[in-house]
């Protein structure tokens, strides 16, 4: 094996996983969570407690209020 057969396969496979990670980098961390849930026992889970449902909501909310200056939300829509 020459290095240019070496050069040729380091190209390849970057002609095939760079876009392929770049389609896929939006769509992993769902099927990651969803074989987590399937596979996994629960105690690699993280817990959904109130107090985790409460913080999320807070942080929600915060982001949602308007802003002092100009009165606008800080939302985008």
Do not use: C, H, Q
Not at 51 to 68: H, M, P, V, W
């Amino acid at each position: 094996m020459d290095i240019l057969d070496i050069i040729e396969i380091f190209f390849l496979a970057a002609v095939i996983f760079i876009p392929l990670g770049y389609a896929l980098r939006s769509r992993l961390p769902g099927w990651k969570t969803r074989l987590a849930t399937r596979f996994l026992s629960p105690r690699y889970l993280t817990p959904m407690t109130v107090s985790t449902i409460n913080k999320n909501r807070k942080r929600s909310d915060a982001l949602t209020e308007a802003s002092a200056v100009t009165g606008k939300s800080k939302t985008p829509l």
